[in-house]
T-cell receptor, first 116, second 116 residues
Framework: AQSVAQPEDQVNVAEGNPLTVKCTYS??????LFWYVQYPNRGLQFLLK??????LVKGSYGFEAEFNKSQTSFHLKKPSALVSDSALYFC??????????????FGTGTQLKVEL | DGGITQSPKYLFRKEGQNVTLSCEQN?????MYWYRQDPGQGLRLIYY???????QKGDIAEGYSVSREKKESFPLTVTSAQKNPTAFYLC???????????????FGPGTRLTVL
């Protein structure tokens, strides 16, 4: 079975400071990892994904994530936070094999609050 | 949210009534998904469909039903058997273009269902 943990319900950071939103995963085989962002009463927007290759993945809006196989982590990062980054962030994982409907397992989400 | 529409945005239902949530996509995607979102629980998969006229149960299918008669449409019916239907419902789709397992899901704007 696959699972995702987002250990922090909320992360607070000052505008201009770097931010990190943590994610750890568990899968039997190779993981495919995704980050999504959700603004209030909206659907999820895709930010970035790791499939294979370079462990540092760059995505939308200046976000990046680092895949660490030994620590089974895929933390989301941004060098300089903006107030407009305040939103709910979800990490998701699926096992890297065909079949199974490409089902994603989502974490419980981390609320990011960026303050002036 | 581009390319996937969900209607209505808000829906109120009396106990004991069935209600159908609409999901339409114009992205020519093969796979479609229904998720339920509750505060602090992330997204949970209700049903998914990889091709027309075929669908599979997700993790919390009890009290729900779906159909996939057209590629563009994947309506979800919340039946009176669903004990706690008040939630935010999200529809998603994904291209089946190979390798399909690499591809992220695109989400609609969601429907908020409230049982009165």
């Amino acid at each position: 079975a696959q699972s995702v943990a987002q250990p922090e319900d909320q992360v607070n950071v000052a505008e201009g400071n770097p931010l990190t939103v943590k994610c750890t995963y568990s899968v039997s085989g190779n993981p495919y990892l995704f980050w999504y962002v959700q603004y209030p009463n909206r659907g999820l927007q895709f930010l970035l994904k790791y499939i294979t290759g370079d462990n540092l993945v760059k995505g939308s809006y200046g976000f990046e994530a680092e895949f660490n196989k030994s620590q089974t982590s895929f933390h989301l990062k941004k060098p300089s936070a903006l107030v407009s980054d305040s939103a709910l962030y979800f990490c998701a994982v699926r096992e890297g094999f065909t079949g199974g409907g490409n089902k994603l397992t989502f974490g419980t989400g981390t609320q990011l609050k960026v303050e002036l | 949210d581009g390319g996937i529409t969900q209607s209505p945005k808000y829906l109120f239902r009396k106990e004991g009534q069935n209600v159908t949530l609409s999901c339409e996509q114009n992205l020519n995607h093969d796979a479609m998904y229904w998720y339920r979102q509750d505060p602090g629980q992330g997204l949970r998969l209700i049903y998914y469909s990889q091709i027309v006229n075929d669908f599979q149960k997700g993790d919390i299918a009890e009290g729900y039903s779906v159909s996939r008669e057209k590629k563009e449409s994947f309506p979800l019916t919340v039946t009176s058997a669903q004990k706690n239907p008040t939630a935010f419902y999200l529809c998603a789709s994904r291209t089946g273009r190979s390798p399909s397992s690499y591809n992220e899901q695109f989400f609609g704007p969601g429907t908020r269902l409230t049982v009165l």
